[in-house]
Structures are given as structure tokens and as C-alpha cells.
């Protein structure tokens, strides 16, 4: 386990639990990618890399040598312009004009520990002996371009996680065009590429496909990670399912517009790239200067696609996610969005919340509408002022009242955004991102505030942070409702204004900083306009996010399941909704919607006044369960049953880590008449272990749960569920 420098071959074997990754030098210093995938031993390696030599059209940038040509080895760090012709890693314009460079080595540093990233969200070991580093510098020498390629391995996790510093140690500007979080070359493409795709309320539906020569692609222009795409890509062998074969794992810690390719070449080799967008994007780089990239993080698993997830969730959950909460049961909520929108005043939500009391709900979240005059969506973004119209005694005095019924208080917040009717934006028109002379597109009558000046995040911590002081407010839920146009900002040069996407995300992440430091008992979750930006990068701030808008039964077993390839189910919000469901008004019964919540952060997001005393009694009994189960859901590990892309019914199972229990979801969608008898194989249980199921007297096997599987219970009509707790014995 850790780093291993074999001096005789130049060769870097980086060994997590189950993983290997190797690293060589070719004879001019410039590392080469070796290998990644199961963990072999520490041997010297040889033959690790193969040369040969290839027709003229593959060039040998060095004449002794028609072996080599970088248009077919596989390399740590490509560059383009000598003879590698696939997308490279990065690239820099010299003041010359000119992107030719080229990386060698220099030296490199083998470390303990971890080092966290300046300025950017990013894994973390809590104690040197949970990590080693590996710092392998690289140089181009005339231009004096310094890259630093950083790569460590957890102890307890199989992940390889690198960024790269490029450095300016020359006395002239260096323009990166172009600068990814990392690449790899594989030998072969007998892959699948794995995607989660999709949109405002259908978010992170899962497309898989060959791999074909060419570039297959995700990727966000959106100056946010998006509910189109996520940034997380994997490459999966031909045959791997859920429980067997390789996959490989990409998902790159960070918020804003990124890409994530796989190419394939003319040797039907595939190299993986990732990182922030080139598109729209250059970075000026003055002398003395340095650049960080965001993180990724690379997973490989032989045990199929489960075995990748729990992987990430473990990382995610434990070594990404931070503060008190972490590691904290999350409260059951109520929120008031669904059931009131703008619509609301202090004694409604008072009422809500008594109603949530006697229901054993423990949170009540106030939403939208509390601000400024804000009874649409028209206006008062940035004015976070409360509305005495609405809530006459202020906020604290609402919290109190909450309170006073023994729950805890939220509050909901968009602080990136500026409606033009605000005061906000009537004192500080320029504020907000735009191009002089020119249209600011508007999108929910709101505009994005200039996040990349230091002035705007100012105000930001100051604003909120007033907010949050004023009020015993335990949980935060931070939206963001649209995306990035006219991207430029008032304050940047000329020649920087392509910087100034990055520099939003760089001043987002110092204002979340501060704001959850400042904070470290609430409990923040992020949010855009439900799953928009659920990404590791806002996770490293916020342990959860909503997960979507779209809060109807059936949609969500896709947008969870989807979700659950790489985000742990600690960090996804699920909530009851009425019926017909606001969304795609659909009518399922209140046991499928607690069920399916029930896989997530639970609560409720309806009016709660208006239930009868049935319903009454099913929420209390469903608030109860998920206390009884919560700490499976936040803390167990996830296993997938049955994919709701690929059949009529779904189904997953979360399990304690030491196997004693376990809580299964089953739900099937359409109800087919006289349908045939139907096994549910479970997973991840002790097989030589009894387990009680249910209130079952009798005591079922481990091993057969998993072999023989249970009998599904004959279920009438559509959207039905079940679910099965097991106890071992
Ligand atoms: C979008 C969020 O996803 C919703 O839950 C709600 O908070 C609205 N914004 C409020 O405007």
C-alpha cells in the first residue's frame, strides 16, 4: 500500500487497497502511463511499455528513434504540436505566439498525507497515515513551464485522486489555453462509456454506449456542472453489470462548466480526459504565477458497477463531505415549497410545523418568499431582508415559534442571484456577470452576481451571515436557479474576461467557505433548481443536495438510481409530495412516495394542514420507520437490485457495514395481470449469518436471501411498493 519509486526503471506504483497505477519515465524524462486496474505487486515492472515502430504518418520527435512517437504511447500528461495528434492535457501560448511545449522531469516528492487544494474543493485525509502523495514535477524549459502532476492513494479506499499545479518560473506571461485535471491512456477500447444525463427535473439518467474511434463526449458550457450532464463518466468493460467486471470511474470535484471525454484512437487505444471546459475559457498566467486545477477522482473496481459506487460513496461520504454533520443522522424535514409557494405568512407556517411536531418531523424549512417583496418570482434576489407584510414579528420570531414546538428552523437563500427589481441591483447594476453594451439575458427575471469580485462575495458573507445571526436557524438550503450568460465581469481586464468563469467558481467556494466555517452547527444543502449542481464539488461544502425538483415516485427511481452511480444516498434530499404529483401530476399511493423517499435524506414537502387523519397516521408510522432505518440509509453501504432502466420494477438495499441488518425498497411500476411469480435476490448480507425479515418468526440465511431470494408479495395496481427490514440474529 502507498508509493513505491523504483529508481533502476523510473517507474511510480501507486497501490491502493485493491488498485494499482503505474507511472514510468521514458528515456528523455517524460512519463508515460504504464498501468491501472487490479493491484499487482511490487516487481520491477518491465515491459510495461511497448515500442514499435509505426509508418510516417505516426512523426518521431526524436530522429534516433523511429520507435517512439508520442502518437502512440500512452502518456500521463499529453501535450499537443510534437506528435501526438489525440486531445491533449493542456495547452499554453507563449508570448512568442506559439503552444509548442514539452514536459520532462525535473524531480518528484513522495509524501504522507494529503495536501488539501488552495482555493478549491477537494478529498481530504484526516491524518498522514491515511494517505501518500506522489508531486511529480515536470518542465518545459524555454518557456518555463512548470507542472507539477500531483496524484495520492487512501488507505481505506480505492481511488486514485490527482489535480495539477501548472507554475510560471519564467519572466515572461504564459496563456493556458487548456488546462485538464488529468489523462489517461488505456491500451485497448473494448469499453462501454457510461454517462448521467438529462435536465431540470429528470436529472442523471444513465446512457451507456459503446465506444466507437472518435471522441465521445460529455460536457457543461453552462458556468455550472448542470442537470444536462454530470461531471462523472466511467468506462466499463462489454460484460460488466452491477455485480461483476472492470469499470472505471471519473468524477471530477468541481461546480462550474467541465469536460469529460473518451478518444479513441487509430490503434483503438482510448485516452480519458477531464477537467474544466477549454471552451470559453484561457487563463493568463504572469510570471511567478500558478494555476491549481480542480480535482479527479479515479475509481477502479473489478466487482462491476456496484462495487465502483460503494467505493465512491465510502470516499464521498467520509473524506469529502465534511463538518459536524457528516457523520451526524440527518432530521426529518418539512419544507414549505409545494404546499405554499409565495403564498404564505407567519401563522400558516406555524401551523404547518405543529402539524409536523405531532407527526415526529424534526425540522421545518421556510422556502422561497420570505424576503424583500417577493410573492412571485419577479423580484428581491439580494435584498435578504425580511418581509414584515409576510411575517410580521421578523424571522427570529418565526424561528422561536417553530422552536417553541421542539423543531429545529431553516431557511432558504439564493445568494448568487439579483433580480433587477432590487434594491440590490438599483445601487449595483454593474454587480452582476454581463458584457458592456450588450442584452443581460434574464432567466427567472433574475441575473447571476459577479461572484469573481471580491466586493460582491463580501457582501454576500455579510448579508447572509447577518441573516443567519439573527435567527436560531439550525439548516440552510442554498439554491441557484439558472445559468450563465453574457459571461464577463466589470472589474477584469480585457484580456482576462475569459477567466472570468472560473474566477465565479473560485469566489463561490471562498464565500461557502467562510459562510460554513462561520456556521459549523447548520446543516447546509445545496440546491439548483433541485439537482442542477449536484456535484463533489458543492458537496465538499454542503453534505447533501436536493436531488430534484421533481418530487414524483416513479420519476425518482431513475433520478436516484441515476444518482446513486456516484453520490452517496447521505447526500440526496427525498421528499413526500401530495398528489396529483406538481411535476408530471401523477397519482401514487402515500406508501410508494414514503418509500421511495425513504432512500434519501427524508421529508415531507406538502401542506401538512390539509391531510386527513389516515394520512395522519400513515406519515407518523413513515416518520418512525425512517428513524428507526436512517442510520443505513446515511451510513450503510448502497446495493442496486433492480434498475429502473431497464425493467418494469426497481429495486436497491442498504446494509449496515458489518452486514447485521439491512432495509430493501422494491417498487414496480405497472401492474401486468396474472403476472408470473418473482424472485428478489438481495446482496451484501453475512451468508452464514440468520437473519430475522421483518416480524417474521422464523429466520432466514444469509446465503439464501442472496441465492434463493424471496418471493415478492402479490402486489395490486400500479406504482406499488414494498419494502423488507432484516435484523441478523
Ligand atoms: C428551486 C428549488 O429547487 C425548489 O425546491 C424551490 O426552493 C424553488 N427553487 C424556490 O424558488
Not at 471519473?250 to 487505444?269: C, K, N, P, W
Not at 475559457?281 to 511567478?288: C, D, K, M, S, V
Not at 465538499?540 to 431513475?558: E, F, G, I, K
Not at 406538502?606 to 428507526?628: F, G, M, P, R, W
Request: charged share 25%; hydrophobic share 35%.
Amino acid at each position: 500500500m502507498g508509493i513505491h519509486y523504483n529508481e533502476e526503471h523510473r517507474l511510480f506504483h501507486l497501490q491502493g487497497p485493491n488498485t494499482s497505477y503505474i507511472i514510468q519515465l521514458n528515456k528523455n524524462g517524460v512519463p508515460m502511463h504504464a498501468y491501472w486496474g487490479r493491484k499487482v505487486s511490487d516487481a520491477p515492472w518491465v515491459g510495461m511499455l511497448n515500442f514499435q515502430e509505426r509508418a510516417s504518418f505516426s512523426p518521431n520527435p526524436y530522429p534516433e528513434d523511429r520507435t517512439i512517437s508520442f502518437d502512440t504511447l500512452p502518456q500521463e500528461y499529453p501535450a499537443y504540436g510534437s506528435s501526438d495528434f489525440r486531445h491533449p492535457a493542456y495547452q499554453v501560448q507563449l508570448e512568442d505566439g506559439s503552444t509548442i511545449t514539452e514536459l520532462t522531469y525535473v524531480e518528484h516528492r513522495i509524501s504522507s498525507g494529503k495536501p488539501q487544494l488552495k482555493g478549491l474543493p477537494s478529498t481530504y485525509a484526516e491524518n498522514d497515515s491515511e494517505a501518500h502523495t506522489l508531486e511529480l514535477e515536470l518542465q518545459d524549459e524555454k518557456s518555463g513551464l512548470r507542472v507539477m502532476l500531483i496524484y495520492s492513494v487512501f488507505a481505506e479506499h480505492d481511488a486514485i485522486v490527482r489535480s495539477v499545479k501548472l507554475k510560471n518560473k519564467g519572466n515572461t506571461t504564459l496563456r493556458l489555453l487548456r488546462a485538464l485535471s488529468g489523462s489517461v491512456d488505456f491500451r485497448h477500447d473494448k469499453f462501454h462509456f457510461l454517462q448521467l444525463s438529462g435536465a431540470w427535473s429528470r436529472e442523471r439518467d444513465m446512457f451507456r454506449r459503446q465506444v466507437v474511434p472518435g471522441i465521445q463526449s460529455v460536457e457543461s458550457r453552462r458556468g455550472s456542472s448542470s442537470h444536462q450532464q454530470n461531471p462523472f463518466i466511467a468506462l466499463v468493460s462489454p460484460n460488466t453489470d452491477e455485480e461483476q467486471g472492470e469499470a472505471y470511474g471519473f468524477s471530477l470535484v468541481y461546480s462550474g462548466s467541465f469536460i469529460a471525454q473518451a478518444e479513441v484512437d487509430q490503434f483503438r487505444t482510448t485516452r480519458v480526459t477531464m477537467g474544466i471546459n477549454p471552451f470559453d475559457f484561457e487563463w493568463r498566467l504572469e510570471a511567478g504565477q500558478e494555476f491549481q486545477t480542480p480535482e479527479m477522482v479515479m475509481v477502479y473496481s473489478g466487482a462491476g458497477l456496484g462495487g465502483m459506487s460503494r467505493i465512491y460513496h465510502r470516499l464521498y461520504r467520509s473524506r469529502l463531505c465534511r463538518g459536524i454533520h457528516r457523520d451526524r443522522t440527518r432530521p426529518v424535514l418539512v419544507n414549505n415549497w409545494e404546499a405554499t409557494y409565495f403564498q404564505f405568512n407567519a401563522d400558516k407556517i406555524e401551523n404547518i410545523a405543529k402539524v409536523g411536531q405531532e407527526l415526529g418531523i424534526e425540522l421545518f424549512v421556510l422556502d422561497d418568499g420570505w424576503f424583500g417583496h417577493r410573492d412571485n418570482d419577479d423580484s428581491s434576489l439580494g435584498d435578504w431582508k425580511v418581509d414584515y407584510r409576510k411575517l410580521p414579528g421578523g424571522l427570529a420570531d418565526l424561528a422561536e415559534r417553530v422552536n417553541r414546538l421542539d423543531m429545529q428552523f431553516g431557511l432558504w437563500f439564493e445568494p448568487e442571484m439579483v433580480s433587477p427589481d432590487s434594491d440590490l441591483y438599483r445601487a449595483h447594476p454593474d454587480w452582476c456577470l454581463h458584457v458592456p453594451d450588450r442584452r443581460r439575458t434574464e432567466a427567472r427575471q433574475q441575473l447571476i452576481l459577479d461572484l469573481s469580485r471580491e466586493d460582491v462575495c463580501e457582501y454576500l458573507i455579510e448579508s447572509i451571515g447577518s441573516v443567519l445571526r439573527s435567527a436560531p436557524i439550525t439548516y440552510v438550503k442554498w439554491d441557484m436557479n439558472r445559468n450563465m450568460t453574457e459571461i464577463g465581469s466589470a472589474l477584469l481586464a480585457p484580456e482576462r474576461q475569459r477567466e472570468t468563469a472560473h474566477r465565479y467558481m473560485l469566489g463561490l467556494y471562498k464565500v461557502l467557505e467562510t459562510i460554513t466555517s462561520e456556521f459549523p452547527n447548520i446543516l447546509f444543502e445545496s440546491c439548483s433548481g433541485g439537482g442542477g449542481r449536484f456535484d463533489p464539488g458543492m458537496l465538499y461544502y454542503m453534505p447533501q443536495t436536493w436531488t430534484s425538483d421533481n418530487t414524483d415516485a416513479v420519476s425518482r427511481l431513475r433520478i436516484q438510481y441515476g444518482t446513486s452511480m456516484v453520490y452517496p444516498i447521505s447526500t440526496m434530499g427525498a421528499h413526500v409530495s401530495a398528489v396529483p404529483n406538481h411535476q408530471v401530476h401523477r397519482m401514487t399511493s402515500l406508501k410508494t412516495r414514503g418509500d421511495v423517499a425513504m432512500s434519501g435524506n427524508f421529508g415531507y414537502e406538502l401542506d401538512l394542514t390539509q391531510l386527513t387523519d389516515l394520512e395522519k397516521d400513515q406519515i407518523k408510522a413513515q416518520v418512525q420507520q425512517y428513524k428507526e432505518i436512517r442510520h443505513l440509509v446515511q451510513f450503510g453501504d448502497f446495493y442496486r437490485l433492480r434498475s429502473p432502466f431497464e425493467g418494469n420494477d426497481t429495486s436497491w438495499m442498504m446494509v449496515a457495514g458489518d452486514g447485521s441488518e439491512a432495509f430493501v425498497v422494491y417498487v414496480r411500476v405497472l401492474a401486468e395481470p396474472n403476472a408470473p411469480l418473482d424472485w428478489l435476490k438481495f446482496k451484501g448480507l453475512d451468508p452464514d449469518a440468520k437473519y430475522q425479515v421483518g416480524d417474521e418468526e422464523a429466520l432466514y440465511g444469509g446465503d439464501q436471501l442472496m441465492y434463493a431470494g424471496l418471493a415478492i408479495p402479490k402486489l395490486d395496481g400500479d406504482y406499488q411498493s414494498y419494502t423488507w427490514r432484516l435484523i441478523k440474529k
